[in-house]
């Protein structure tokens, strides 16, 4: 993978091993208020940011409820996660040891900055990026590709400069739609997912490295 210049991060089920736990909250909050939720409609959703979700299973189950109330019971639930629970992706801290200094690096997410920084800050990964584009910091969320654009505008970089690292459907259709390459992450919570619009389709994140920079240590420009 040649002229690639940054690196934009996914971070739910990229650096967080979080997609499993995610589901099981999920569960708690959609039950407490009448929503039968499936894993197979779960997993439709991965990488939107949370009012889109709980506003469309709402109206996808005809339940006359309140979105933010619903938000607001899930975000306790989320905040204990988030700080205590959700597991890092394996090797996350080797690999961006390594690309550190040699490409600049983003997170791009749905997640909201609080819920976000709370892991960010318990593993000391804010260290690592030059740039940070949340959820709540745009009016729309993948696959819209304007968290994306955002980041790379941040990074100083051009779309075609820049490689998303993602898990989710909606975050392979916004790397496509901001005009960016693609590493997708396989792992057993996607494992079903169509990965043909990948670049590269990863399942350790060690494997990262390798295609972007030759002898295992000069970037490939």
């Known amino acids: 993978m040649t002229n690639i210049s940054a690196i934009i991060w996914d971070f739910d089920g990229v650096l967080i091993d979080s997609e499993p736990y ?26 939107l940011k949370l009012e889109d979700y709980f506003r469309d299973l709402a109206r996808r189950y005809g339940k006359n409820v309140a979105v933010e109330d619903m938000i607001r019971a899930h975000y306790e639930t989320l905040r204990k996660y988030y700080r ?19 490409f600049l690096m983003a997170v791009g997410t ?53 490689v998303v690292v993602e898990d989710a459907e909606s975050g392979f259709r916004a790397a496509r739609a901001a005009g960016m390459k693609l590493i997708a992450r396989r792992g057993a919570h996607n494992a079903d997912y169509d990965f043909s619009t990948a670049d590269f389709v990863v399942e350790d994140l060690r494997e990262i490295p390798p295609l972007l920079m030759k002898n295992g240590g000069e970037r490939v420009v």
């Not at 909250?25 to 439709?44: D, I, N, S, W």
């Not at 597991?87 to 390594?98: D, M, N, Q, S, T």
């Open 84 to 102: 205590e629970i959700f597991p890092l992706v394996p090797h996350v801290i080797e690999v961006l040891g390594r690309l550190k200094g040699r």
């Open 110 to 162: 749905s997640r909201e900055k609080e819920l976000a920084m709370l892991a960010l800050e318990r593993f000391s990964l804010v260290r690592f990026f030059d740039a940070i584009v949340f959820g709540d910091e745009a009016k729309k969320g993948k696959p819209d590709p304007e968290i994306f654009l955002r980041a790379a505008s941040r990074l100083g970089c051009a779309p075609e400069e820049t």
């Open 22 to 47: 995610h589901i099981e909250a999920e569960f708690e909050t959609t039950k407490r208020f009448g929503v039968p939720l499936t894993m197979t409609v779960a997993k439709q959703y991965f990488g």
